[in-house]
């Protein structure tokens, strides 16, 4: 695929509750192995929009399409194709279906939260095992009496090479929540990289981080995108770490796009700076 191929674009998201418009008629797209950004005060629908994207929410109104394939559509009438648990999500593309985030993520849509979700209870090595899971390739037999020895040797050596890339391998036998902020935020990222994405969201990575965690996260974004061949659409707040790395940036603002453009093109518009840069400090 060439650089200027879509691998996610949304048409016309709206995303309404009750009488609330948490997204208005959003189109934007990001395109194959770019970094884009996606900014706004906090309530301007960003979260909302990561949601649709990932089928947590069905959208009042649009359809998101990965690699030009439509996955997530509105549909007046309610008439979705369902999926069944386990079946294959991409046999659908391009059919209006509605499917749940574990189809999402076997299609190569990975995300990480604002709010570190690790399984507290878990092991650093068995919170990424178990994301390796989502990739066991079973048949119907080891599905249903565990993963076979074969396939769990393997998840278990991937499990091991991933730790080991991103630092965290002295890590793997103590509790996830045990790990400092700042690596349990790169655990969550590895363990989203476990199901091997081709597209990975993030929700503000470098929330509670300090200036020095921050800098080191631009240089994680930059390695994992290269090493691991992604595609990244994030949320941020930090707007050094947003200008740094991003390739494209998309403003939000009321649940309404105000602008989009490159880092140096947002820094100077004066809508955005009225509704979201100017007062970034005060926040």
Known sequence: MSQRDHVLQLDNITMQFGGVVAVNNLSMEVNEGE???LIGPNGAGKTTCFNVITGVYQPSNGQVSFYDKPYVRNHPQGKMKKLYKGEDPTKYLGHVIAPTPDHITKMGIARTFQNIRLWKSMTVFDNVIVAKHMRANQNLFSSTFRVNRKEEARMRAETESLL?????????????????YGLQRRLEIARALATDPKLLLLDEPAAGMNPQETLELADFIHDIREKYH????????????????????YVLDFGSLIAKGLPEEIQKNQHVIDAYLGVVEDE
């Open 35 to 37: 970094i884009v950004a």
């Open 164 to 180: 080991r890339e991103q630092g965290l391998w002295k890590h793997r036998d103590d509790l996830a929540t045990s790990l400092p």
């Open 230 to 249: 992604l595609t990244i659409l994030l949320i941020e707040h930090h707007m050094d770490l947003v200008m740094n790395i991003s390739d494209r940036i």
